[in-house]
T-cell receptor, first 117, second 115 residues
């Protein structure tokens, strides 16, 4: 069965600090996809990144970076030099493609990040 | 390029009533999925529609039903509302339900309160 664990319920950092959000997943599939979404108070889930199980390269996008390690089933997300606008709930999600091509996202419970000015 | 749009934004219903939520997928997308997000929780998959048929379903009772139209827009219907149905309902769109080379985009959601 699929499972996504985000052990950090809430994190507070002071502006300009770096912060890492942890994500650990479980799946029996060899082909799967991992996502990170940001959810501001408005409710919309904003796509941040998608990573497939065959691509273990770390990725950097501006102040955001992601560390994918299959050996530990982790897909951690780091924000460098945090800003107040980064305050939101962040979700890690897992998707497996089944034979019909259908797929759905299994979400973790989210980490609420508060960046203090 | 229009993103995923949902309506209504907020609504209040009474226990036992029925509700219909609507979603228009992102331009170029043909697959719509619905998620329920209770307060303080991550979104939970309800079902997915592709080619006007329900292709996959999560662990939700039959009170939750849906429809997809030829223009790919979709509706989520919930009958016999319970207080526990109060949640944010999110619509997600993608292309052919395949995420390789694509991604899944979400709308802003419909906040449903059942009293």
């Amino acid at each position: 069965a699929q499972k996504v664990t985000q052990a950090q319920t809430e994190i507070s950092v002071v502006e300009k600090e770096d912060v890492t959000l942890d994500c650990v997943y479980e799946t029996r599939d060899t082909t799967y996809y991992l996502f990170w979404y940001k959810q501001p108070p408005s409710g919309e889930l904003v796509f941040l990144i998608r990573r497939n199980s065959f691509d273990e390269q770390n990725e950097i996008s501006g102040r955001y970076s992601w560390n994918f390690q299959k050996s530990t089933s982790s897909f951690n997300f780091t924000i460098t030099a945090s800003q107040v606008v980064d305050s939101a709930v962040y979700f890690c999600a897992l998707s497996e493609a089944d034979q019909t091509g259908a797929n759905n996202l299994f979400f973790g419970t989210g980490t609420r990040l508060t960046v203090i000015p | 390029d229009a993103g995923v749009t949902q309506s209504p934004t907020h609504l209040i219903k009474t226990r036992g009533q029925q509700v219909t939520l609507r979603c228009s997928p992102k331009s170029g997308h043909d697959t719509v999925s619905w998620y329920q997000q209770a307060l303080g929780q991550g979104p939970q998959f309800i079902f997915q529609y592709y080619e006007e048929e329900e292709r996959q379903r999560g662990n939700f009772p039959d009170r939750f039903s849906g429809h997809q139209y030829p223009n790919y827009s979709s509706e989520l219907n919930v009958n016999a509302l319970l207080l526990g149905d109060s949640a944010l309902y999110l619509c997600a769109s993608s292309f052919q339900g395949l995420i390789d080379g694509n991604t899944i985009y979400f709308g802003e959601g419909s906040w449903l309160t059942v009293v």
